[in-house]
T-cell receptor
Framework: KAGVTQTPRYLIKTRGQQVTLSCSPISGHRSVSWYQQTPGQGLQFLFEYFSETQRNKGNFPGRFSGRQFSNSRSEMNVSTLELGDSALYLC????????????????FGSGTQLSVL | GEDVEQSLFLSVREGDSSVINCTYTDSSSTYLYWYKQEPGAGLQLLTY?????DMKQDQRLTVLLNKKDKHLSLRIADTQTGDSAIYFC?????????????FGSGTRLSIRP
């Protein structure tokens, strides 16, 4: 079956703009999580959506928001972009039903590389 | 607190064993993971260990957990060029879903002939 699909693959924006990233999970997965990866801060958890509701949230400002649709696809939005928002944004999906990685293996997409100029 | 630390680089000769180390601070974490990231790709779960285990072996991979010292290691036997990647140690904080994972900074493994 198809893996986690993130679009677009690359994105260039300027400071002050906003951006929307998209993630299509593996069919049947209801949980979608977003991570930011930068050379300086590493991988940081942004938020998780399950059944269209935000279930977990990391420590990012309100400029970072997300949503999930009834088909489990998720979008992440960043408003008023700053230079420091340049990063690889990774999305991961899972069934989201239990905390056991035997049943809840997280599948990652290849990411969207965002550059803010 | 939540913090996972790893050394940044490791270079090994092809055919030798690689040992990647990690320390974590939250002793109540339930699961500890090793992820692999190849260039231009997302993360791939390699293996994980439940906190009440000391060791887990999966083909060429061996995970050792020392809960007293909060130390986790990944040993890759007979390291091959295809093992070149960044390896992330990670934990699930207590009370969090399996999706909220705290990652280390990653260890870049390079293989020399």
């Amino acid at each position: 079956k198809a893996g986690v699909t993130q679009t677009p693959r690359y994105l260039i924006k300027t400071r002050g703009q906003q951006v929307t990233l998209s993630c299509s999970p593996i069919s049947g997965h209801r949980s979608v999580s977003w991570y930011q990866q930068t050379p300086g801060q590493g991988l940081q958890f942004l938020f998780e959506y399950f059944s269209e509701t935000q279930r977990n949230k990391g420590n990012f400002p309100g400029r970072f928001s997300g949503r999930q649709f009834s088909n489990s696809r998720s979008e992440m939005n960043v408003s008023t972009l700053e230079l420091g928002d340049s990063a690889l944004y990774l999305c991961a999906s899972s069934f989201g039903l239990t905390g056991n990685p035997t049943n809840e293996k997280l599948f990652f997409g290849s990411g969207t590389q965002l550059s803010v100029l | 607190g939540e913090d996972v630390e790893q050394s940044l680089f490791l270079s090994v000769r092809e055919g030798d064993s690689s040992v990647i180390n990690c320390t974590y601070t939250d002793s109540s974490s339930t699961y500890l993971y090793w992820y692999k990231q190849e260039p231009g790709a997302g993360l791939q779960l390699l293996t994980y260990i439940f906190s009440n285990m000391d060791m887990k072996q999966d083909q060429r991979l061996t995970v050792l957990l020392n809960k007293k010292d909060k130390h986790l290691s990944l040993r890759i036997a007979d390291t091959q060029t295809g093992d070149s990647a960044i390896y992330f140690c990670a934990e699930t904080p207590p009370g969090s879903s399996a999706s909220k994972i705290i990652f280390g900074s990653g260890t870049r493994l390079s293989i020399r002939p």
